[in-house]
């Protein structure tokens, strides 16, 4: 299994607009649970029990045990959606897919470029194209992020979706021949020389 995190939540029944705004003022983060062998169920979160939750992870897309009122009991559960403020960043609503081990998650996760190239050292551009990937897998095959191996690209040289090498158990649905990454070729700037006529600089500033 990938490592999870275990969360507490619990059932509320206030809803609204209103009800929200005076959750949030209190500290707690509203979300909701749904899945096939859970009831929907709408719940209220510590807001910092969240926060660190989601500052210890490099992705979104996160399995937690969640527990829910407390029970003795807890779901398997992946973190589906955070809505945030757009001003300030703030967490608004969190979304929990409730799953079962056997089950096939759709997820989002980092695609980061491990270390510096042969084209960057030579003095290329390393462009990054796509910084998340969509995946599929089971659970216990999730992985926070996927580093690329780029040691080995050369200056004009790319990486594809098809060179990825993905963990076991893990595929894409991107196209094979989308451009992940790329080196491209320094940019030169031409300096121009302009020729300047030596009496008309002598001559400058004579009334």
Do not use: W
């Amino acid at each position: 299994m990938a490592k999870t995190h275990a969360l507490a939540a619990h059932t509320r029944k206030r809803s609204g607009s209103g009800a929200l705004t005076s959750l949030r003022a209190e500290g707690l983060i509203p979300g909701v649970v749904y899945g096939k062998d859970v009831p929907a169920a709408i719940l209220r979160l510590n807001r910092k029990d969240l926060e660190t939750v989601l500052h210890h992870s490099v992705s979104e897309h996160i399995l937690v045990d969640l527990t829910i009122d407390e029970s003795k009991t807890t779901t398997l559960a992946l973190i589906q959606d955070v809505q945030h403020n757009p001003l300030n960043g703030n967490i608004l609503h969190v979304d929990f897919h409730a799953i079962r081990e056997n089950e096939v998650i759709h997820a989002t996760v980092p695609l980061e470029l491990g270390v510096e190239c042969i084209g960057a050292k030579a003095g290329g551009l390393v462009e990054h194209l796509v910084h998340k990937l969509n995946i599929t897998c089971l659970p216990k095959d999730l992985p926070e992020q996927i580093i690329v191996d780029i040691s080995n690209i050369a200056i004009g040289g790319s990486i594809h979706t098809k060179e990825l090498t993905l963990p076991e158990g893990v595929t894409t649905n991107l196209g094979a021949d989308v451009v992940i990454m790329l080196v491209a070729a320094p940019r030169v700037v031409e300096v121009v020389a302009v020729a300047v006529d030596p009496k008309a600089k002598k001559g400058k500033g004579k009334k």
